[in-house]
Nanobody
Framework: QVKVVESGGGLVQPGGSLKLSCATSGFTFSRSGMSWYRQAPGKERELVASITATGGTTNYADSVKGRFTISRDNAKNTVYLQMNTLKPEDTAVYYC????????WGQGTQVTVSS
């Protein structure tokens, strides 16, 4: 059974930081590219960051470059998203996606940036 479980979301003030985690099981994590997406109310889901299976290559949306960092620990089957200098426009539900077989999504974790 595949599991993709995000955690670490919450309420943070503008300029603050959060670190999201995505714990997985049930598929070969070390051979899977991983991504973080987000969806704000009334907007389409958008790609935030991605990382290759080995962690050697990462990509970011222009809106988060220099502020967010995606990383992974293949020994723990977990991918992370470090988010710094958060802005109100970063408010969204953040989803983890595993590019394995047909693809697996997590249930999402809410991030709210507000004073």
């Amino acid at each position: 059974q595949v599991k993709v479980v995000e955690s670490g979301g919450g309420l943070v003030q503008p300029g603050g930081s959060l670190k999201l985690s995505c714990a997985t099981s049930g598929f070969t994590f070390s051979r899977s590219g991983m991504s973080w997406y987000r969806q704000a109310p009334g907007k389409e889901r958008e790609l935030v960051a991605s990382i290759t299976a080995t962690g050697g290559t990462t990509n970011y949306a222009d809106s988060v470059k220099g502020r967010f960092t995606i990383s992974r620990d293949n020994a723990k089957n977990t991918v992370y998203l470090q988010m710094n200098t958060l802005k109100p426009e970063d408010t969204a539900v953040y989803y983890c996606y595993a590019a394995s077989w047909s693809g697996y999504w997590g249930q999402g974790t809410q991030v709210t940036v507000s004073s």
